[in-house]
């Protein structure tokens, strides 16, 4: 079975909320601990050109944008509804609950 894939989309290095997402959610240990074993993570920074770009403007992401992440199957399709304004780890890891 494929893993899904944990899509994230990143303003790097970010303001404030984009940096505690990855200080506090991004490094909780379950967070790191169930990405490693059960998903692809992909990170799509969204304030820069090229390949990034072209895969923000394909999923209708809006660029320099708190952190936002979708999880997609390895066709790029959605696998739950995109959700923003999840900053926690306790939201993240019920989104990716849902999503297994």
């Known amino acids: 079975m494929e893993k ?20 506090g959610v991004l490094s909780h240990p379950t967070i790191v ?20 770009s072209r895969t923000l403007k394909a999923y209708c992401e809006p660029s320099w944008n708190n952190p936002v992440v979708r999880f997609v199957d390895s066709s790029g399709k959605d696998i739950l509804n995109r959700r ?7 939201g993240v890891a019920k989104r990716m609950v849902s999503c297994l």
Do not use: H, M
Not at 6 to 19: A, D, H, I, R
Not at 84 to 90: K, L, P, S, W
């Open 33 to 52: 601990d169930a990405l490693e074993k059960f998903f692809v993570a992909v990170c799509i920074y969204n304030n820069s050109g090229g390949s990034d």
């Open 84 to 90: 923003d304004g999840i900053y926690t780890a306790n």
């Open 4 to 23: 899904p894939v944990f899509l994230f989309f990143q303003e790097v290095p970010g303001c404030g909320t984009c940096q505690r997402f990855g200080i």
